[in-house]
């Protein structure tokens, strides 16, 4: 695949003159880790317009409402549902249980609610989302989340097969898979620009197939053992 071509391709689209390099640094790891899946093109297209979405284009895992911390983003979502702007949420999901955690959104999709949570540690070993929901913006956990969640329609109940391996992808239904019908024409628009720039640049993998196994995580660092103290004699 041509990085080059993609990126000229996908600014052209969205009638954009530059990416920063945060931004292609967020489309190289997506894509690479597409390509070692084999994730079907028109999929992938839906992922970047979904990440691209939900990061507010930065496409790196980010904390809902950009926060830099969860109290600031409690705060905001606080605000916001007060102010009568968070229309479709009937319970503050984000403010911290018992134990002290949020279950706000986080990473490239906005991952929310304890039980989804749950859900993603099972599918994701190793990936200790419930102990620590931050882990959820660790870009080699995010895109597990949102490969797996997309793939087998772990989110809402609707999956990427449901509108994408069709003659004609539905990317304005397949909205359903993240969030209902919120911006659900602006995400579409995306996701045909996405398109148009992989088939350009050559991703190689076109045909739709079953969702695959959860991508092991890479093993964390472990710090040497200390050299044992001398004994002197």
Known sequence: MDRGIFFNEALARLELKRFSET????????????????????????MLATAWHETAATMQPVMETKAHNVDEAVRRLDKAFKDGKLTWVKTPYWRKDQDGKSWLGRGYVQLTH??????????????????????????DIAVQIMFLGMELGSFTGKALADYLDGVTPNYKLARRIINGNESAAKVAGYATAFEKALRAAGYPHVIAGKPLDPIPPKPEPVAPAPAPASIGC
């Open 114 to 139: 304890k039980a989804n949570y749950q859900k993603m540690e099972l599918f994701i070993p190793g990936s200790r989302l419930v102990s620590d929901p931050n882990r959820a913006m660790l870009p």
């Open 23 to 46: 931004q292609r640094q967020g489309f190289d790891f997506i894509i690479a880790a597409a390509k070692a899946r084999a994730v079907p093109l028109v999929h992938l297209a839906y």
